[in-house]
């Protein structure tokens, strides 16, 4: 995450292709969920990918999406769409259609 804020937009490629890398079924919802977020600042802060880079970010994330984990969709959710992937708005759309009330992620707002 440190090179996503210090780094310049040369290293976006970079970045992405070694987040892309990373082994996404040996991380729990925590972990995913920080990944994501360093696609986001990577995103924010160096620009969307472009060619190659675009399409195989396009194909891991998409990958992955949707999840079982709300948290997770709510952040993968986000990555797709920036990236403009085929199906991001159909699959996000099912998942609002079918959306249930998460209430353990509810009790953090009342607590």
Request: avoid cysteine; glycine fraction near 2%.
């Amino acid at each position: 995450m440190a090179l996503s804020t210090q780094g310049t937009p040369a290293n976006r490629d970079q970045l992405l292709t070694a987040l892309n890398a990373i082994d996404y079924n040996k991380l729990d919802e925590s972990q995913r969920v920080d990944l994501f977020r360093a696609y986001e600042l990577v995103f924010l802060r160096m620009g969307l990918p472009e060619a190659n880079v675009k399409d195989q970010t396009i194909t891991v994330l998409d990958g992955h999406y949707p999840s079982q984990s709300n948290m997770v969709n709510r952040e993968l959710s986000k990555l797709v769409i920036t990236l403009q992937a085929p199906d991001a708005v159909k699959k996000t759309m099912a998942l609002m259609e079918n959306a249930k009330d998460d209430k353990e992620y509810q009790k953090t707002f009342t607590q």
